[in-house]
């Protein structure tokens, strides 16, 4: 195997490894504020797909374009659901709260499967099969801006936690909810509007991702797990920790392809999921893991 | 309720079920042996999830492997089911004990020793729908013979309505058993508060891994019986999320923890799911699973702790 291949492994893998970054934020502010493991995550982002799917097909626009209908879409959907569903189990025990994401999960994929069949969907755009080379290394097209895309979007996000008024009030209240109530601040907006934020940042990467990645309704799963390996590695909470675990989990996996054949390689982040739940319960940046 | 009125109602019922075939129709002697084949499995599976609270979301991985162990050493070697059925509960245990080995040591807790249960499912899943041995993607067929116990396999549904019957009042005595034992107060105690059990003394990992080998190896025991009422078993549906969903969701809606929580749940649960299949047409359709989510979700809201605990305060209010 030539030098040439594994490096155009890492270069992939990294690119791809952004996007998970994105999508592990969102998970991660949703536990950094609310205090609830989300399993239904990969599952919010299946429905990114599939709504940038039929938006591509019905309108004939990109997936691009599509995002102006997927996140107003997925961040009402993201609040509905705090509101209607989380809420009332926020000071439950945690297996109650389990329990009740794993109910979403299957009600989001059955309900997928109801709608759109268990077949494979793809999107078969002149645009997917665009490679560029820079410096010898070819890549695809819509990887570089997925790539590009999220780590726009995650300086976005910096600047409005940074910055706005909301992403103070979202700060201070994973930092000190107590205080932020003695504050004035109204927790629970802070909750429906943090939850609504994650759900884009789920969706958004799952119309990124579509040009180059099949839907079906269970694609949710495992993007749920790897986006669980990725905030271990990088400390539950902690948003350049997910950003540089989705790196080390990209990369990873992109490798891992070049060495694994199929059906196989599924198993790889079942296996690393385990091995990393073990060895490094309180991820890279040692932030103190929460219960 | 009163000792002897309830010693005389379960009497009472088994003794209905006992000649209840006599009267009925195929099809409801079918509904009666899956609720009773779910009543056990969530049995089974309430002795880790329930008593020691440790939601496994894998057990598909026993159910299977009590399958598969069966039905390859009856196709292979002509081993008797019935000997294929301990074995694999041993095998069970065993792949339970290396995994307990494994979560428990390092402290895995809450979601994430949900999501490694599930792991470990997927995995064996993978693993099985790889290599022909295990029937590859198709599945394996168990050769027809004629109706003969120590083949584990008939031509009516009676025998199977029995075995079923038989294997749930077992499985109840079990959990009847253990729930009376000083091990339940270790698992409470782990369930309740697990920092709290071990600072007084309770090794968790030790008793958290003695529920799962117990309930890894019961759950077994019903994989063979699946296998041997409807002959085929594929890597796809014996493995699968949705036959572990369907021992997690009984007990979650009758009431975690409860020795009838589990057995009113199936009551409720398997015929709703039994009469979609049939409106619906293929299991594989999910609207069964469609509706578990919608139960699981209501019962989280509603009513967190289940029916019977439910009722049981309903009437110690009055």
Redesign the interface.
């Known amino acids: 195997m030539s030098f040439n291949i594994i490096f155009e492994g890492i270069i992939g893998g990294l690119l791809i490894g952004g996007v998970y970054g994105v999508i592990a934020i969102g998970l991660t502010i949703i536990f950094g504020i609310l205090k609830i493991v989300n399993f239904a995550h990969g599952e919010f982002l299946m429905i990114g797909m599939y709504l940038s799917y039929y938006s591509c097909l019905y309108l004939g626009i990109d997936p691009y374009t599509s995002l102006l209908i997927v996140i107003p879409i997925m961040f009402l959907m993201g609040i509905l659901c705090e509101i209607l569903l989380i809420k009332p189990v926020l000071n439950a025990p945690q297996d109650i709260q389990i329990l009740l994401t794993f109910g979403i999960v299957l009600v989001l994929q059955n309900l997928a499967l109801l709608l759109w069949t268990g077949d494979w969907r793809s999107l078969t755009s002149p645009l997917v099969f665009r490679i560029i080379s820079i410096g010898g290394i070819s890549l695809k097209l819509t990887t570089l801006i997925a790539f590009l895309a999220s780590i726009f979007l995650t300086f976005l996000l910096f600047l409005f936690l940074k910055k706005t008024d909301y992403g103070k009030a979202i700060r201070a209240c994973s930092d000190e909810p107590e205080g932020a109530l003695f504050a004035g601040l109204k927790l629970n907006k802070v909750f429906y509007l943090t939850f609504g934020i994650g759900t884009v940042l789920a969706a958004i990467p799952g119309a990124l991702i579509l040009p180059f990645f099949s839907v079906s309704p269970f694609v949710g799963f495992s993007f749920t797990l790897q986006t669980f390996i990725i905030i271990v590695l990088g400390g539950l909470g902690s948003i350049p920790g997910a950003l540089i675990g989705g790196f080390i989990v990209g990369v990873g996996e992109s490798l891992g392809a070049l060495f694994i054949p199929g059906t196989l390689r599924q198993i790889v982040t079942f296996v690393l999921f385990i091995a990393i739940v073990c060895l490094k319960p309180s991820g890279i940046f040692g932030e103190k893991q929460r219960e | 309720m009163n000792r002897n009125l309830g010693k005389m109602l379960g009497i009472l019922a088994i003794a209905f079920f006992a000649v209840i075939p006599f009267f009925i129709q195929t099809y409801f002697m079918h509904i009666l042996i899956m609720i009773f084949s779910f009543t056990y499995l969530s049995c089974a599976w309430n002795i880790i999830g329930g008593f020691a609270?440790q939601?496994s979301?894998g057990h598909a991985l026993f159910f299977g492997i009590g399958a598969y162990t069966s039905t390859l050493l009856f196709l292979n070697l002509g081993v008797s089911p019935w000997f294929g059925m301990i074995a694999g509960g041993v095998l069970s245990s065993g792949f339970a004990y290396l995994i307990g080995l494994?979560?428990f040591r390092?402290?895995?807790?809450?979601?994430?020793f949900?999501?490694?249960t599930l792991?470990?499912a997927?995995?064996v899943r993978?693993?099985a729908?790889?290599f022909r041995f295990f029937g590859g993607a198709e599945g394996l067929l168990i050769t027809l013979g004629e109706s003969s116990f120590w083949k584990f396999q008939f031509v009516n549904k009676e025998p199977y309505y029995y075995i079923s019957l038989v294997m749930m009042l077992l499985m109840l005595g079990v959990t009847y058993l253990l729930k009376n034992s000083k091990y339940f107060y270790y698992f409470f105690s782990i369930k309740a508060d697990e920092d709290a059990a071990n600072a007084i003394g309770v090794n968790s990992s030790k008793y958290k891994t003695v529920a799962y080998v117990i309930s890894a190896f019961f759950t077994a025991l019903n994989g063979t019986f699946f296998a041997q009422y409807y002959m085929f078993i594929e890597p796809e549906t014996t493995f699968s999320v949705s036959i572990s969903?369907d021992m997690?969701i009984r007990p979650?809606i009758g009431g975690?923890g409860t020795l009838f929580g589990p057995v009113l749940g199936s009551f409720i649960m398997t015929p709703l799911s039994e009469i979609i299949r049939s409106l619906v047409g293929s299991g594989?359709?999910?609207?069964h699973?469609?509706i578990?989510?919608?139960?699981?979700?209501a019962?989280?809201?509603w009513m967190?702790r289940g029916i019977v605990p439910y009722v049981e305060r309903l009437f110690k209010s009055k």
């Open positions: 609270g939601l979301l494994i979560i390092y402290r895995i807790r809450g979601v994430f949900s999501m490694s792991c470990f997927e995995i993978l693993v729908s790889y969903v997690i979650i975690l594989k359709s999910g609207v699973l469609l578990y989510g919608a139960a699981l979700i019962i989280c809201i967190p």
